[in-house]
């Protein structure tokens, strides 16, 4: 495989990231560092960009690292159903979370609506049902 870079900075541009970035997936073992030879410069591969954009594509889907980690396991060799079982896990969090921000979607605008029809009362209906004492 080519090299493309020999530094962290230039590795980041390639792949669209900062130089954090690089550093975090290295230390938390997403990305191998490559051994420096002898004239200590760092010789990183096509094959590290991509498995970079693959990490960030990942996140950007709500994946977590610890679950980034076991894609990236699977990509190397794993069963299409393990990545499935795993892609469906998350599509579960994802549904759960879209029905608390539509519960909470729906509460906000009837909290609003009722700031709205009270104008003029001394009392904000909002800060009276955030005040009150049941949850």
Do not use: H
Not at 22 to 29: L, M
Not at 56 to 73: H, M, P, S, V, Y
Not at 93 to 105: K, M
């Amino acid at each position: 495989m080519p090299t493309v870079t020999n530094t962290n900075g230039r590795l980041a541009r390639a792949a669209g990231v900062n130089v954090e970035s690089v550093r975090y997936y290295q230390r938390g073992g997403l990305v191998a560092e490559p051994q420096r030879p002898l004239n200590s410069v760092r010789r990183y591969s096509e094959d590290s960009v991509k498995r970079i954009r693959f990490i960030k594509r990942a996140q950007d889907l709500g994946f977590t690292l610890a679950e980034i980690a076991n894609l990236l396991a699977l990509q190397d060799g794993r069963s299409c159903r393990e990545t499935r079982e795993l892609a469906g896990r998350k599509l579960a969090i994802v549904e759960s979370r879209l029905t608390d921000l539509n519960r909470l979607r729906k509460t906000l605008r009837d909290l609003i609506a009722r700031c709205d029809t009270s104008r003029g009362k001394v009392s904000c209906p909002i800060i009276s049902v955030l005040s009150s004492e049941r949850p």
